[in-house]
Nanobody, 118 residues
Framework: DVQLVESGGGLVQAGGSLRLSCAAS????????IVWFRQAPGKEREGVSC???????SYPASVKGRFTISSDNAKNTVYLQMNSLKPEDTAVYYC????????????WGQGTLVTVSS
C-alpha cells in the first residue's frame, strides 16, 4: 500500500519548537515533491514547505526562517522542523506527495495536530 504517516504533533507554548515526521511506505520520495501543508478550522489549506528530489526547498513568507524541511532518504522520511511557533501556526499538518511543488496531489497522510498556546 502507498502510505504517508505523520507524527510529532502536540501542544507547545508560543516560541517553542516541534519536529514533525512523515514516513513513506509503498513508494520512494525520489519520485515526488513532498509538501507539508496545514489546515486550521475555518481556514483554507496552506502549503508551508516543499522539497524536491534535487534538494530544492521552498516556503511561504508566513513560515520562512522559522520552518525547515529536510529528508532522510535512507529512512524514506521527511521532517518539518518548526521553530519560534506562534498561535497562528495552530492547525492540522499534513504530509503529501505531489508530481511537483505546484503540480498534482498524489498521496497524503492522515495529519497531525499542532496546537500553539499563547
Amino acid at each position: 500500500d502507498v502510505q504517508l504517516v505523520e507524527s510529532g504533533g502536540g501542544l507547545v507554548q508560543a516560541g517553542g519548537s516541534l519536529r514533525l515526521s512523515c514516513a513513506a511506505s509503498g513508494f520512494t520520495f525520489d519520485d515526488f515533491a513532498i509538501v507539508w501543508f496545514r489546515q486550521a478550522p475555518g481556514k483554507e489549506r496552506e502549503g508551508v514547505s516543499c522539497t524536491t528530489s534535487d534538494g530544492t526547498t521552498s516556503y511561504p513568507a508566513s513560515v520562512k526562517g522559522r520552518f525547515t524541511i529536510s529528508s532522510d532518504n535512507a529512512k524514506n522520511t521527511v521532517y518539518l522542523q518548526m521553530n519560534s511557533l506562534k498561535p497562528e501556526d495552530t492547525a492540522v499538518y499534513y504530509c503529501s506527495a505531489w508530481t511537483r511543488c505546484d503540480g498534482d496531489l498524489e498521496v497524503w497522510g492522515q495529519g497531525t495536530l499542532v496546537t500553539v498556546s499563547s
